[in-house]
C-alpha cells in the first residue's frame, strides 16, 4: 500500500486533533485538578479514539488502522494513570467489539501502546528530553503496536510489514508531535488566563478573594433572597488592636497574623461559602442559604479558633482575637449592601462593648 493511501488518515487525524484540543481545553477550564480531571480526559481521549476507530483505513477485513495510538500514548501525560486506564478500557472495548481478523492483536495493541506511553511518563525528563524531542519519542513509542502482528497470520503481516509499516509510523509519530505541541500551548494560555484571572479575583496576601468577588457573590446572593427567599448572612470580621500588633512587632508579623486568620477562617467555613478580604485587617465571609441562628456557630466557631491560635515571635508568644458582626436578610431588606452595612454596625458594637465577641445586627 503506497503512503499516498494514508494521506487521507492524516487528514482525518488533523482534524480529530482540533476536536480533542477544543475539547481538551473546556475540560481544563471546568476542572483545575484531581481523580475527576483525570477521568474526563481518559473520556475524552477514550471517545476520540473510538471516532477514530469508527473512519479507519482498511488495509484488508478486520485489519485496519486510524489515530487510536497518537491519542493513547499521549493520555498518560494529561489524564495520568486512571485517564489512560479509562481510555485503554473504552477503546479495546470498541475494538473488540469491531471484530474482524484483527480484533484480537487490536486490543492487545492498545494495552501496549497505553502502557508504552505511562512508562515513558515515569522516565526522567533527562532521559526523555523536553519539546519536540520528548514528542518524537513518544511518537515512536506507537510502533510497539506492531508487536502485535504476530498473533497475524504470516502472510498477512508480510503484506503489513512491507506496505504499511513505514506510512503507519510516520502518520503516527507526525500526529503525536502535532497534538502533543498544540496540547502544551493550550495548557500554558490556560495556565496564564487561570493566574490572571487569580491575580484579579485573590487578595495577594491573605490568598482570600476580594472585594470584587464579594460584591458579585453578594448581588447573586440578593437576587435570590428576593426571588426564592433563601437567607443569607455576613459575618464581618476585624482582628482586635491591629495598630497594636503592627507598632509593637512591625508590619511584617502584622502580614502574618492576618494571614493566619485567613486560613483559620478558610478551614471553618463551607466550600460553598466565600470568605473575602475586606479592606485592611477586616475579612467578610458571605454564607449562602444560612439564617442568623446557623451564622452565629459559624462565628463563634472562628472566634473561638482565633483566640485559640499561638503565634510567635522569636521567643514571645503572640495571642490574636477578633470581633465579629453578624447580619442576615431578612426583613427589612433582603439588598447586599443593606446587609453589610448592618453587618459593619454589628462589628462596631463587639469593638464598643469590649471586642473578642460576636454581635448580631438589631434590624437585619
Known sequence: MEIQTHLPSLVRVLGQVAIIVYA??????????????????????????????????RFMPGVIQDGRSILL??????????????????????????GGLGAVSGVAGILIV???????????????????????????????????????????????LISAALPVTIVNILGVMLLSDLLE???????????????????????????RVLQREGDRCSKEAGMRRVPFSIIMLDIDHFKKINDNWGHTFGDTVLARVADVIRRTVRKTDIAARYGGEEIVVLLPNTDMRAA???????????????????????????????????????????????ADKALYR???????????AETA
Open 114 to 160: 497505553a502502557t508504552a506511553g505511562y512508562v515513558l511518563t515515569l522516565l526522567p525528563r533527562q532521559l526523555t528530553g523536553t519539546g519536540w524531542r520528548r514528542s518524537a519519542l513518544f511518537g515512536l513509542a506507537t510502533t510497539t503496536s506492531l508487536v502485535v502482528l504476530v498473533f497475524l497470520p504470516w502472510s498477512v503481516t508480510r503484506e503489513l
Open 296 to 342: 452565629g456557630i459559624v462565628a463563634e466557631k472562628i472566634r473561638n479558633d482565633i483566640e485559640a491560635t499561638v503565634l510567635m515571635f522569636g521567643q514571645e508568644t503572640v495571642h490574636v482575637t477578633a470581633s465579629i458582626g453578624i447580619a442576615c436578610s431578612f426583613e427589612p431588606s433582603t439588598d447586599f449592601k443593606y446587609v453589610l452595612e448592618a
Open 185 to 211: 500551548k493550550e495548557s500554558y494560555r490556560i495556565g496564564i488566563q487561570r493566574a490572571l484571572e487569580n491575580e484579579a479575583t485573590l487578595d495577594p496576601l491573605t490568598q482570600l478573594p476580594n472585594r
Open 24 to 57: 481538551y481545553s473546556l475540560v481544563t477550564r471546568t476542572i483545575e485538578r484531581g481523580i475527576l480531571k483525570s477521568v474526563a480526559v481518559g473520556l475524552l481521549f477514550g471517545l476520540g479514539g473510538i471516532l477514530s476507530m469508527s473512519d479507519p483505513i
Open 350 to 360: 463587639a469593638k464598643a462593648g469590649g471586642r473578642n465577641r460576636v454581635e448580631l
Open 73 to 98: 500514548v499521549l493520555t498518560p501525560i494529561y489524564g495520568g494513570i486512571v485517564g489512560t486506564v479509562v481510555a485503554a478500557f473504552m477503546m479495546a472495548i470498541f475494538r473488540y467489539l469491531v
